[in-house]
């Protein structure tokens, strides 16, 4: 009787190994980031970027979190070529501008998702006066000066370091500006680090020193869309930003030294409102902008690090909250996108397809004393983080 069940127990065990190698296999290929089955850990991997025009070898890193989140970034200009994350269904998608390759961004840079320096924004005339001195800046903005000149921070091969933990994926990038780089004093040492976090966390941490009085303002240009592979425009995009107040600008976009109340204006996102719902008002500010393209003041102590922004698409139901210890943010709503671009996903960028949230100290402060100080001087370390966190409902 004993062997009897004994042959039993093999004959059942056999006709489940048959069934188990006759069942059909799962499908387990797909273009969506997985999970590790064994240890899903934060991790950063290295691949080519292509090769600058001098022969100068680029790199791409991708950073990853546990949740399969992504963000890659080159050492050509620091750039963010591709934020991947969930929308409410866990499908990944990219939401942010940019080029499939390198040969877009020499051509066409449009400062996608590039780290802007020496000074983010516009300085009049290309020129300001520190300690009695003059300095002379590249005009490559009409006759203002942008972003850091011809040749800023957008475009220069950055030296990387990468590393991760199981909790996060770093990204730290140098650069030596040397006195009178773009007409800016000093030798500045500037370090930024991209850390990618398991909590959906794109934190930039910036940090520099000059061994001459110089002024800097360092920031992210990454233009936001987050309907995913850029579908639409932004204008059904909903925004509330911590700010009650805001910068007017003269036909130059150069501020006129005014910090006015948001109140009863198109400007004010003190509560949750839809970005298209008065970018086309009768405003005198509206028009000089061709939308959106002003800096805002945010309620909290100057240097306090703080929530001051949140950006949601609800078809997607992808969200984005953004927190800094900057003074300001310059929101541009895509006004001088114009169709001459395509992009990835082969998508053409037209007017109103992203929105920037560039945090930042006020435009054209070196020559508006009554502005926050942009002044670094030897012995002193500019420091400054931004975090732009990712969740979907």
Sequence with gaps: ????????????????????????????????????????????????????????????????????MEADI?????IITSIRTADRNGKFEDVVLGYDSLAGYLKAPSFFGALVGRYGNRIAKGKFKLDGKTY??????????????????????????ASSTPDSASLKLTYLS???????????????????????????YYEATTDKPTVVNLTNHSYFNLTGNTKRNILGHTLQLNASKFVPVDDGLIPTGEIKPVKGTPFDFTQPAVIGARINDNDAQIKIGRGYDHCYVFDKPLGSYAHIATLSDSTSGRQMDVFTSEPGTQLYSGNFLDGSVTGKFNTVYAQRYAVCLETQHFPDSPNKPEFPSVVLKPGEVYKTRTTYQFSAK
């Design 136 to 161: 002379t800046l590249v005009q490559n903005n009409g006759k203002n000066h942008l972003h850091g000149g011809k040749v800023g921070f957008d475009k220069v091969v950055w030296a990387p370091v």
């Design 1 to 68: 009787m004993k062997n009897h069940f004994l042959r039993i127990a093999v004959l059942n065990l056999g006709a489940m190994l048959i069934a188990a190698c006759n069942a059909p296999k799962k499908d387990t290929s797909t273009t969506e980031p997985v999970k590790d089955s064994v240890a899903a850990v934060a991790s950063i991997s290295e691949t080519s970027f292509g090769t600058l025009p001098d022969g100068t070898p680029l790199k791409l890193f991708k950073l990853r979190n546990a949740s399969g």
């Design 178 to 204: 040397k006195d009178m780089e773009e007409g800016y004093p000093g030798n500045l040492q500037v370090t930024v680090t991209y850390t990618l976090t398991n909590d959906n966390e794109l934190k930039i």
């Design 74 to 78: 080159t050492n050509y200009g620091g």
